[in-house]
C-alpha cells in the first residue's frame, strides 16, 4: 500500500478487518476492544479462559457491537490484526505457545515491562530490548508492530469521552504493516496513528509509560502524548 | 518554594537567574541560550574555547542580548543554573573536571546519548542508566535535573520562530530545582515545562530523542511532544 501514498499521512483501509484482542479481559485490551468495536470492526476478546472471554465481550456489549470472546488461541486464528495486551509476566510463554497461530499476520504489542516501588514505576530491563523486540524474536512469522502503549484505558471506557486527545506511535520495520496499523488507530475519534521509529527504537516508547504514570500521579491527569509539527 | 503551592502547575520566579550553558556553540546549546537572553535572563556561554564561546554569543546577538561567552569553568562559576548541552562524548570527562564549580548548584543535563548507522538513530547503553544518572553520580554536590532533549535547534534559532510548540518534560529528585527549570523552560514563548518523573525514569527520556529524528526523517518536520490533559 505505501507506493499508493502520496504523503506519509495516508492510510489504508482497515475497515472489515477482524481484531482479536489477547489478554483483553484486561482494562487496557477492553478498552481497545471497544473502542474498534464501535468503530465498525469485527472484535475477537482473547483470554486464558473463553467464559472470561466472551463475558468481558458482553459487559462491552456484545449485543450492539461486533465483539466476541473466545479462548486466546481461538481468538488468534480467526484475526487478520491480533492486539498483545497480556500482563508483562507470562508475555514471552503466551507467543511462543501461539507462535502458529500468529504466523503471518500482523501482531501488535501494546506491552509496558514496568516495575513498581515505593518511589513509583520505573523500566524493567528486557533481554531482547523490548517487549516487541521479544516478540519478533518468538514469532519470527509474524509481522510485529509496536503501539498502543500510552492509551488510557480509563478514557478507551468511558462512554462520555467521545474523542481521546492522543497520537498512537507506531514502531515497526515493515512499511505496511506500521500504516495498518496507523490506520488502525485512526478509528479511534481523536486519535492520529504516527509513524514513531524502527522496532529497535520500542524500549524507549514502553518504557515511557513509566514517566506518563508520573505525570499522572502529579497533575492528577489522564496524560496522553501528542506529537507537534506533524 | 514547592510549599507555597496552589497546584503542581504553579511555578517560581527566576527572572535574575545567571544560566550558563555548556557546550554553548553546539546547535542545541546556542538555541537554549538564545531563548534565554532574549527572555532576559543572563546568560553565559560556555565553551573549552573562551574565544569560541564570545564568538559564538557575539553571533547570537551579545551587543543586545544579555548574553556573554567563558570558558566553560569560568561560565559554570558565575552561573545559579548550569546547562549541560555537550556531545555524549566527553559528557562524563567534563562534568568531573567541573565538579567544584558545579557543587550547590542546579545542573540541567540536556545530552542525548544516541548513536547512528544505516538503519538511522538508536540509544546508546549508559551504565548509570542514562546521562542525567551519569551527571548526578559524579556530581554529588549538585542538585541535578534532565530537561530540554527534546528541543529543535532549528526552530529555537529561528528568529522568524516566536512561540514553539513545545512541552518540555523535566526530571529529577528535587521538586525546587525540578520547578525552577519548569519556570526556565516556561520562558521560551509556546513552551510548558511539565514535571515528567524521577531521574531514574530519564533514559527512556533520552532515548525518545532516536524516535524524534525517526518521525522527522518521516515526515519531514521539527516533531516535538504535547502532554495532553495536563
Given at each position: 500500500?505505501?507506493?499508493?501514498?502520496?504523503?506519509?499521512?495516508?492510510?489504508?483501509?482497515?475497515?472489515?478487518?477482524?481484531?482479536?484482542?489477547?489478554?483483553?479481559?484486561?482494562d487496557?485490551?477492553r478498552g481497545?476492544?471497544r473502542r474498534?468495536?464501535v468503530?465498525?470492526?469485527?472484535?475477537?476478546?482473547?483470554?486464558?479462559?473463553?467464559?472470561?472471554?466472551?463475558?468481558?465481550?458482553?459487559e462491552l456489549g456484545?449485543?450492539?457491537l461486533?465483539?466476541?470472546?473466545?479462548?486466546?488461541?481461538?481468538?488468534?486464528?480467526?484475526?487478520?490484526?491480533?492486539?498483545?495486551?497480556?500482563?508483562?509476566?507470562?508475555?514471552?510463554?503466551?507467543?511462543?505457545?501461539?507462535?502458529?497461530?500468529?504466523?503471518?499476520?500482523?501482531?501488535?504489542?501494546?506491552?509496558?515491562?514496568?516495575?513498581?516501588?515505593?518511589?513509583?514505576?520505573?523500566?524493567?530491563?528486557?533481554?531482547?530490548?523490548?517487549?516487541?523486540?521479544?516478540?519478533?524474536?518468538?514469532?519470527?512469522?509474524?509481522?510485529?508492530?509496536?503501539?498502543?502503549?500510552?492509551v488510557s484505558a480509563v478514557l478507551l471506557l468511558d462512554p462520555e469521552v467521545d474523542a481521546v486527545d492522543l497520537?498512537?506511535?507506531?514502531?515497526?520495520?515493515?512499511?505496511?504493516?506500521?500504516?495498518?496499523?496507523?490506520?488502525?488507530?485512526?478509528?479511534i475519534p481523536g486519535v492520529?496513528?504516527?509513524?514513531?521509529?524502527?522496532?529497535?527504537?520500542?524500549?524507549?516508547?514502553?518504557?515511557?509509560?513509566?514517566?506518563?504514570?508520573?505525570?499522572?500521579?502529579?497533575?492528577?491527569s489522564h496524560?496522553g502524548?501528542?506529537?507537534?509539527?506533524?
Open positions: 500500500m505505501s507506493d499508493q501514498q502520496q504523503t506519509p499521512h495516508d492510510i489504508p483501509d482497515v475497515s472489515g478487518r477482524t481484531v482479536a484482542v489477547l489478554g483483553g479481559t484486561g487496557q485490551g481497545l476492544a474498534f468495536a468503530a465498525g470492526l469485527d472484535v475477537v476478546i482473547g483470554s486464558r479462559s473463553a467464559q472470561r472471554a466472551q463475558t468481558a465481550a458482553e456484545a449485543g450492539d461486533p465483539i466476541r470472546g473466545l479462548e486466546n488461541a481461538a481468538a488468534a486464528a480467526e484475526a487478520d490484526i491480533v492486539i498483545v495486551a497480556v500482563p508483562w509476566e507470562g508475555h514471552r510463554e503466551l507467543l511462543v505457545s501461539l507462535e502458529e497461530e500468529l504466523a503471518g499476520k500482523i501482531v501488535v504489542d501494546c506491552v509496558n515491562p514496568l516495575g513498581f516501588d515505593k518511589q513509583g514505576p520505573f523500566a524493567l530491563p528486557v533481554e531482547e530490548g523490548s517487549a516487541a523486540q521479544q516478540a519478533a524474536s518468538v514469532l519470527p512469522r509474524s509481522r510485529v508492530v509496536a503501539a498502543f502503549h500510552h497520537d498512537v506511535l507506531v514502531l515497526g520495520d515493515d512499511r505496511d504493516a506500521t500504516d495498518q496499523i496507523r490506520a488502525l488507530a485512526a478509528v492520529r496513528g504516527i509513524f514513531g521509529g524502527r522496532l529497535r527504537n520500542a524500549h524507549q516508547i514502553e518504557a515511557f509509560t513509566a514517566n506518563i504514570i508520573a505525570i499522572n500521579r502529579r497533575y492528577k496524560a502524548i501528542r506529537i507537534t509539527d506533524v
